[in-house]
């Protein structure tokens, strides 16, 4: 549903609270390399393989790896730093009539992992708010527009229902009919 993508942001034309506190968290971590982040800094996300989606009672997680770049400008040809990430979210499935929907929400920075320094090794735990604010801020609204069409669920009028609603057990996601289809004579009589 979601393949492996790659996600290019000119941080400070889009975000630029963001770009400003990500400005400060590097500074804090090595205050030339924040000098070197310009009004064209740009941050690259690139997602790693497709998300991997774990069911228990009730509730639902998808997790990804993610891999995060930060440029110091457009210019730039490597990045600062590149940070290895594993990153989970909260899936909410429900039903819009015979399509199946899922939604991503929150999204958290399990594990960060500095992969590459261009401005010497540091504990990547430093950034991980300002890093999963990135990621909540780019990532999740573009998977969620790409999940926002659904999976047709052609079955459930097969079997004679205009609608299903879905809950998840511990091993799966269950559909169950919400309502019975009526042919336009039926309702008409």
């Known amino acids: 549903m979601l393949p492996p993508e790659e996600f290019i942001v000119l941080l400070d034309s889009v975000l630029p609270e963001i770009a400003r506190r990500l400005k400060s968290s590097i500074g804090l971590i090595n205050e030339k390399a924040a000098d070197k982040l310009g009004s064209t800094q740009i941050v690259k996300i690139l997602t790693q393989d497709t998300p991997e989606f774990f069911m228990d009672q009730g509730h639902a997680r998808v997790a990804q790896l993610i891999v995060l770049e930060v440029f110091a400008s457009s210019e730039a040809l490597r990045p600062l730093f590149t940070l290895g990430i594993e990153a989970s979210s909260e899936a909410q499935f429900y039903t819009k009539g015979d399509e199946l ?16 320094s261009g401005i010497g090794w540091f504990q990547p735990d ?14 999740l609204p573009n998977q969620n527009g790409k999940l926002r069409s659904g999976v047709p669920v052609s079955v459930v009028k097969a079997l004679g229902f205009e609608a299903a609603e879905s809950s998840l057990t511990k091993d799966g996601l269950v559909l169950t009919p919400a309502s019975l289809w009526k042919p336009s004579s039926a309702v008409s009589q």
């Open 101 to 116: 929907i899922l939604n991503l929400n929150n999204i958290s920075s399990d594990r960060i992992q500095l992969m590459n």
């Open 126 to 139: 430093v950034l991980k708010n300002i890093i999963t604010e990135i990621i909540l801020s780019v990532l």
